[in-house]
């Protein structure tokens, strides 16, 4: 059975940092694209960073490029967000994903491109 656990959310201050972490149990993680979503209040969810199979490319929406990371630690089977100069607009429930592919380096940026998905960590930066 494929779960995704994330944790690391939390309430910080504009301009801080949180890093948050999604650990996959049931497959190792190396066999998927993964990817991190959000979905604020009143907002449909949307794409944030996205990691191709081979854990070699990487690709983030404009409003997070340059402020977010996206890592994968196969060892541990665990996929990481690490989020610099938060500011309020990145308030949300933040998902982690993961996508059955065939192609190692195949960029996936829609929700319908996951099969599996966490329960969801909240993230609140407060003005």
């Known amino acids: 059975q494929v779960q995704l656990v994330e944790s690391g959310g939390g309430l910080v201050q504009t301009g801080g940092s949180l890093r948050l972490s999604c650990v996959l149990s049931?497959?190792?993680?190396?066999?998927?694209?993964s990817g991190w979503f959000r979905q604020a209040p009143g907002k449909e969810r949307e794409f944030v960073a996205t990691m191709t199979r081979s854990g070699t490319d990487s690709d983030y929406t404009d409003s997070v490029k340059g402020r977010f990371t996206i890592s994968r630690d196969d060892a541990k089977n665990t996929l990481y967000l690490q989020m610099n100069s938060l500011k309020p607009e990145d308030t949300a429930v933040y998902y982690c994903?993961?996508?059955?592919?065939?192609?190692?380096?195949?960029?996936?940026?829609?929700?319908?491109?996951?099969?599996?998905w966490g329960q969801g960590t909240q993230v609140t930066v407060s003005s």
């Open positions: 994903a993961v996508g059955t592919t065939r192609f190692t380096n195949l960029i996936k940026t829609r929700s319908d491109e996951y099969d599996y």
């Open positions: 049931g497959r190792a993680i190396s066999n998927y694209a």
